[in-house]
């Protein structure tokens, strides 16, 4: 990795991952000033809280401002039954961030779904569009035939610059200055630097969101700077490139490894057969070997750091043109399923008189 080495940093969309990139301090084990991060488990929905301020954007490379993720396999395992808890917990957490926000019950909402609807990977925005709680015509054509509960919600998919020819953000600030909305919820694509977290991650944030950033091709971003109105967004990865699911494939390669020499050591499990011993359990950092045991077996690479080896994995693949954006083959499924948990979950936050499924009043 010398002078005319590749420039290689570490593309997230993530919060969540961008701070896992942060070294803690190793006496008190806390992050960098200006970064405070918070979890906790609801549902058997992993819930992580990160708040950026100024003295911490350049450092993870994210503007200041609230962000929580969900995490959950319920997408990728197609259980439905926690798709309706998911939907319930997003609603919750966009409750809070309308509260940090001091966006009310009656305030008026757009709803943008940012994608392209003839890319799979692209189309959730799109497609949660079809799903949302329309109201803002009936408020205004029919207000007797409105309940106590709703408020007025307007949505529309503005499409991408290489279909339309015109600025996402322009599209969407002509419609914000003709129907006057009072915050903005905004959905889009990301894309994230590990294979778990593909169609099972969920981000909310309050610090806007760049149109197209899920396959790297950043437009203008929609923002409260940008658009004068508070904008929240709600991102899910689900595209990563070829660099990330090289590393970790590695670290699995080697983790598999490091569990079978810790097993055959521990002689409650000599004589399991290795496929019940491995199964659907997942593999853990725990798993991966030492230093000296990871050079036996992969050299050099082996004793790389992470950084390390996805600036070498990016240095070989990047010139060949094969840093290709990846996708799970059973995309089509995934983005359907996670564009209705979406809308469930943000018409349950819209509309009050919508009970989200298993929803829980909000408490940190």
Same mark, same amino acid.
């Given at each position: 990795?010398?002078?005319?080495?590749?420039?290689?940093?570490?593309?997230?969309?993530?919060?969540?991952?961008?701070?896992?990139?942060?070294?803690k301090d190793?006496?008190?084990?806390?992050?960098?000033?200006?970064?405070e991060?918070?979890?906790?488990?609801?549902?058997d929905?992993? @819930?992580?809280? $990160? &708040?950026?301020? #100024?003295a911490?954007?350049?450092? %993870? !490379?994210?503007?200041?401002?609230?962000?929580?993720?969900?995490?959950?396999?319920?997408?990728?395992?197609?259980?439905?039954?926690?798709?309706?808890?998911?939907?319930?917990?997003?609603?919750?957490?966009?409750?809070?961030l309308?509260?940090?926000?001091?966006i009310?019950?009656n305030?008026?909402?757009?709803?943008v779904?940012?994608?392209?609807?003839?890319?799979?990977?692209?189309?959730l925005?799109?497609?949660?569009?079809?799903?949302?709680?329309?109201?803002?015509?009936?408020?205004?054509?029919?207000?007797?035939?409105?309940?106590?509960?709703?408020?007025p919600?307007?949505?529309?998919?503005?499409? @991408?610059?290489? $279909? &339309?020819?015109? #600025?996402?953000?322009?599209?969407? %600030? !002509?419609?914000?200055?003709?129907?006057?909305?009072?915050?903005?919820?905004?959905?889009?694509?990301?894309?994230?630097?590990?294979?778990?977290?593909?169609?099972?991650?969920?981000?909310?944030?309050?610090?806007g969101?760049?149109?197209?950033?899920?396959?790297?091709?950043?437009?203008?971003?929609?923002?409260?700077?940008?658009?004068?109105?508070?904008?929240?967004?709600v991102?899910?990865p689900?595209?990563?490139?070829?660099?990330?699911?090289?590393?970790?494939?590695?670290?699995?390669?080697?983790?598999?490894?490091?569990?079978?020499?810790?097993?055959?050591?521990?002689?409650?499990?000599?004589?399991?057969?290795?496929?019940? &011993?491995?199964? #659907?359990?997942?593999?853990?950092?725990?798993d991966?070997?030492?230093?000296?045991?990871?050079?036996?077996?992969?050299?050099?690479v082996?004793g790389?750091?992470?950084?390390?080896?996805?600036?070498?994995?990016?240095?070989?693949?990047?010139?060949?043109?094969?840093?290709?954006?990846?996708?799970?083959?059973?995309?089509?499924?995934?983005?359907?399923?996670?564009?209705?948990?979406?809308?469930?979950?943000?018409?349950g936050?819209?509309?009050?008189?919508?009970?989200?499924e298993?929803?829980?009043?909000?408490?940190?």
């Amino acid at each position: 990795m010398g002078e005319n080495s590749i420039d290689f940093t570490v593309r997230t969309d993530l919060a969540v991952e961008a701070k896992e990139m942060v070294v803690k301090d190793e006496k008190t084990n806390q992050y960098p000033a200006g970064i405070e991060v918070e979890e906790k488990k609801v549902n058997d929905i992993n @819930v992580t809280y $990160v &708040t950026i301020d #100024e003295a911490a954007e350049e450092q %993870l !490379g994210k503007k200041p401002g609230n962000y929580v993720t969900l995490e959950s396999k319920a997408i990728r395992n197609q259980d439905t039954q926690m798709q309706k808890k998911l939907a319930g917990v997003l609603a919750d957490e966009l409750g809070y961030l309308f509260e940090l926000n001091n966006i009310k019950p009656n305030q008026e909402c757009l709803v943008v779904g940012l994608g392209n609807h003839n890319v799979t990977p692209d189309a959730l925005g799109p497609l949660a569009m079809e799903k949302i709680m329309v109201t803002t015509h009936l408020f205004k054509l029919r207000p007797e035939t409105v309940s106590e509960g709703y408020r007025p919600v307007s949505a529309i998919t503005p499409g @991408v610059m290489g $279909v &339309t020819g015109v #600025e996402t953000s322009d599209v969407i %600030l !002509g419609i914000i200055e003709k129907t006057k909305p009072d915050f903005v919820i905004a959905i889009d694509a990301l894309a994230s630097r590990s294979i778990d977290r593909i169609n099972a991650t969920i981000q909310l944030s309050d610090a806007g969101i760049h149109p197209g950033s899920g396959v790297g091709n950043k437009r203008k971003e929609l923002s409260k700077d940008t658009l004068d109105i508070p904008v929240i967004a709600v991102g899910v990865p689900t595209v990563v490139d070829a660099v990330t699911i090289t590393s970790d494939t590695i670290d699995y390669l080697l983790k598999h490894l490091g569990r079978e020499w810790r097993e055959k050591d521990d002689p409650s499990k000599s004589l399991t057969p290795a496929s019940m &011993t491995f199964g #659907e359990r997942e593999l853990r950092e725990e798993d991966l070997p030492g230093e000296e045991q990871r050079r036996a077996i992969l050299g050099m690479v082996g004793g790389l750091q992470e950084q390390e080896k996805r600036q070498l994995i990016g240095e070989v693949l990047k010139p060949l043109g094969h840093n290709l954006m990846v996708t799970p083959k059973e995309v089509d499924g995934f983005i359907k399923d996670m564009a209705h948990t979406l809308a469930a979950g943000i018409n349950g936050a819209l509309h009050q008189s919508v009970e989200g499924e298993d929803s829980q009043s909000f408490t940190r």
